[in-house]
C-alpha cells in the first residue's frame, strides 16, 4: 500500500469516528458531553506546542491535508489533528463518566488509579499502530527513549490526560445542574453553560499534563536534532 493511501486512509477513517462520536453525543442532547468534545477538538493549539523540538520533537507525514492558514517557519499541522483528538478525549472522557457509578462501585477510591491505566494503555494502543506501522507521525527522540516508535513517556503523560480529563468532566456535569436531555437550543443559557463547562475538561487535561510533562523533558533531555526550526 502506497505512503498516500494509508495517510488518506487515517484521515478518513478518523473523520468518519470523529462525526459517529458528534452523532452519539448529539443524541445524548447533553450540552456538557458536547462541550467535551467541542473542547477536544479545540485541543489541537496544544498539540503545536508539545510537537515542538523541546517537547516532542514530532514531523508528520508530508502527504497529510494541512489546515488552511497555518503555517509559521515551514510547520504546519494536519487537519486529522483535531478530528483525532476530539474522537479520542471527548467521547473517550465522556464514556468513563457514564461508568462513574459501576467504577465507584467496583474500585471504591482506586476507580481514578483504575481509569489512570485505561488511558495508559488505551491511547499507546492507539499511538503505537498510528506511528510504528502507518508512520502518520514520527517521534525524533534517542531509541533508548522509545518502544516501537513512541517515547514510553507518553504512558504516564496518556494516564494524565485521560485521568484528568475524566475527573473534571465528573466534576463539571454534577456542579453545572443541567436537566437531562436538555438539547442545544442557543438561546438557552444553560447549552452554553453545558458547552463551556464540558470544554473546560480536555483543555484542563493538556494544560495541566503539559505542566508536569515539562520537567521530564527538562531532567532527560532525549531529543534527536531533525531541523526542526522550534
Given at each position: 500500500m502506497s505512503n498516500l493511501l494509508i495517510v488518506r486512509s487515517y484521515e478518513l477513517v478518523t473523520l468518519a469516528i470523529y462525526l459517529a462520536s458528534f452523532w452519539w453525543l448529539l443524541r445524548m442532547r447533553n450540552p456538557v458531553y458536547m462541550g467535551a468534545l467541542l473542547g477536544a477538538t479545540m485541543v489541537f493549539g496544544f498539540d503545536w506546542v508539545y510537537c515542538t523540538k523541546f517537547f516532542f520533537n514530532v514531523t508528520y507525514n508530508p502527504d497529510l491535508i494541512w489546515i488552511p492558514g497555518l503555517?509559521?517557519?515551514?510547520?504546519?499541522?494536519?487537519?486529522?489533528?483535531?478530528?483525532?483528538?476530539?474522537?479520542?478525549?471527548?467521547?473517550?472522557?465522556?464514556?468513563?463518566?457514564?461508568?462513574?457509578?459501576?467504577?465507584?462501585?467496583?474500585?471504591?477510591?482506586?476507580?481514578?488509579?483504575?481509569?489512570?491505566?485505561?488511558?495508559?494503555?488505551?491511547?499507546?494502543?492507539?499511538?503505537?499502530?498510528?506511528?510504528?506501522?502507518?508512520?502518520?507521525?514520527?517521534?525524533?527522540?534517542?531509541?533508548?527513549?522509545?518502544?516501537?516508535?513512541?517515547?514510553?513517556?507518553?504512558?504516564?503523560?496518556?494516564?494524565?490526560?485521560?485521568?484528568?480529563?475524566?475527573?473534571?468532566?465528573r466534576w463539571m456535569d454534577r456542579w453545572a445542574q443541567i436537566p437531562a436531555g436538555a438539547g442545544f437550543n442557543l438561546k438557552s443559557e444553560n447549552t452554553w453553560k453545558g458547552f463551556v463547562m464540558g470544554g473546560v475538561a480536555p483543555w484542563c487535561a493538556f494544560y495541566i499534563t503539559f505542566v508536569l510533562q515539562l520537567f521530564w523533558y527538562s531532567y532527560a533531555e532525549p531529543w534527536v536534532d531533525v531541523g526542526r526550526p522550534f
Open positions: 503555517e509559521i517557519m515551514g510547520i504546519r499541522e494536519p487537519l486529522a489533528i483535531p478530528f483525532a483528538y476530539g474522537m479520542a478525549f471527548g467521547p473517550f472522557a465522556v464514556a468513563l463518566v457514564m461508568m462513574k457509578d459501576q467504577l465507584d462501585r467496583m474500585f471504591g477510591v482506586w476507580s481514578y488509579a483504575v481509569v489512570w491505566l485505561i488511558g495508559a494503555v488505551g491511547v499507546m494502543l492507539y499511538e503505537w499502530p498510528v506511528v510504528h506501522i502507518l508512520h502518520i507521525w514520527t517521534y525524533n527522540q534517542l531509541p533508548e527513549h522509545m518502544i516501537w516508535g513512541v517515547p514510553y513517556s507518553d504512558i504516564w503523560l496518556a494516564g494524565n490526560l485521560v485521568l484528568i480529563a475524566y475527573a473534571t468532566l
